[in-house]
C-alpha cells in the first residue's frame, strides 16, 4: 500500500509538473505575440519617424531660405514680380479671414 501511495505521489506531482508546463507554455506564447505587436509597433514608429526627419529637414531648408530673403529685403533687395504677387495673395487672404472673424 505504502508503494501504491508513493506512485499516486508521484502521479500528482507529475500532473502538477504538467499543468505547469502548459501554463507556462501558454504564458510563453502570449509575450511572443505581445513581443511581436511591439515590434511591429516599433518598425511603423521607426519608418514615421524617418518621414518626420526628413520633413523636419525639408522645414528647416524652407525657414534657411525665408531667413535668407528676410536679409536680402532688408538690405534693400526687391521681390521679384511673382513673389509680390503672393505675398499680395497671402495679404490679402488674411484680409479677408479677418474681416470674416470681425463681421461674425
Not at 22 to 32: C, E, I, R, S
Not at 74 to 84: Q, V, Y
Not at 86 to 99: F, G, P, V, W, Y
Request: net charge negative; aromatic share 6%; glycine share 4%.
Amino acid at each position: 500500500m505504502t508503494e501504491l501511495s508513493k506512485y499516486d505521489v508521484i502521479l500528482e506531482e507529475l500532473n502538477a509538473l504538467e499543468k505547469q508546463f502548459y501554463a507556462l507554455a501558454k504564458k510563453n506564447k502570449d509575450l511572443l505575440n505581445r513581443i511581436e505587436t511591439l515590434e511591429r509597433t516599433n518598425r511603423e514608429f521607426v519608418f514615421e519617424n524617418s518621414g518626420l526627419k526628413s520633413k523636419v529637414i525639408e522645414l528647416e531648408t524652407a525657414l534657411e531660405d525665408l531667413k535668407r530673403e528676410n536679409i536680402n529685403l532688408r538690405n534693400g533687395g526687391t521681390l521679384n514680380g511673382k513673389d509680390r504677387e503672393d505675398l499680395k495673395a497671402q495679404i490679402n487672404e488674411l484680409i479677408s479671414k479677418i474681416d470674416f472673424h470681425l463681421r461674425s
